[in-house]
């Protein structure tokens, strides 16, 4: 499959700096994000990364061609639909209802998120009440963005780690997800800033993978 081939096949550039290269972002989902929703995700991403040098270049799955090649990549898989309104009803979760995890492999971090957009737009019901169609599109972007970021805290430093606050933390609520601005501390900051993620020669994520489910439903 080309995208595997390219990820397995990339040269590191170990000792480039942060901004030189951007960071392929390959969003790999059934159906489309809704213009706004991408519009909002997109923004919320490189709103929340800006000081640390990082910089992301958008890529559909569904458009990548066979010989496209990326030197640093995350592969993100967005699972049910994104939309922001028509969302199924509540399901009954067991035990763990992860918004998003990236997958690990013998305690390497890999680049490889999924993301589920069903459990993400119930976690927002409550806030997108009343709202318009564009609102409640532009919340489900923003909140599609901070989950995102969490995840991509994980593999760009290849810690499992978590902060006490902002983006980093263990769970994020409903209000963490819609308030007016959510970021970093100047740890996570820090830790993002001295080019975490660098030449990690990486497999693709197979199916005996452990996954790490690291939001939890807002409660
Ligand atoms: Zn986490």
């Known amino acids: 499959m080309p995208l595997l081939c390219a990820l397995v096949g990339a040269a590191f550039g170990a000792s480039s700096a942060p901004s030189e290269t951007p960071v392929a972002l390959i969003l790999d989902s059934a159906t489309p994000l809704p213009g706004e929703v991408a519009t909002a995700l997109h923004h919320e991403v490189e709103s929340i ?15 990548m061609r066979a010989d496209d090649s990326f030197p640093d990549l995350v592969v993100i898989r967005i699972k049910s639909t994104c939309g922001g309104r028509d969302v199924p009803a ?21 680049p490889f998120i999924e993301v589920d957009c069903a459990r993400l737009g119930r976690m927002l019901r409550a806030a997108g009440f009343g709202e318009s169609a564009l609102s409640q599109r532009q919340m489900m972007g923003r909140a599609l963005g901070r989950v995102l970021a969490h995840e991509l805290y994980h593999v760009l430093t290849g810690s499992s780690q978590h902060a006490h606050s902002g983006v980093a933390q263990p769970a994020l609520s409903p209000a963490h997800l819609t308030t007016s601005t959510l970021t970093f501390t100047a740890r996570e900051l820090s830790l993002l800033t001295r080019r975490s993620y660098a030449a990690r020669q990486t497999q693709p994520p197979a199916p005996t993978l452990s996954e790490e489910p690291v939001f939890e439903s807002g409660r």
Do not use: C, D, I, Q
């Open 49 to 63: 990364f800006r000081e640390t040098g990082y910089s992301f270049h958008w890529v559909n799955r569904r458009e």
């Open 90 to 110: 509540p399901a009954v979760s067991k035990g763990h209802a992860a918004l998003a995890w990236a997958h690990v492999s013998e305690g390497e971090m890999l």
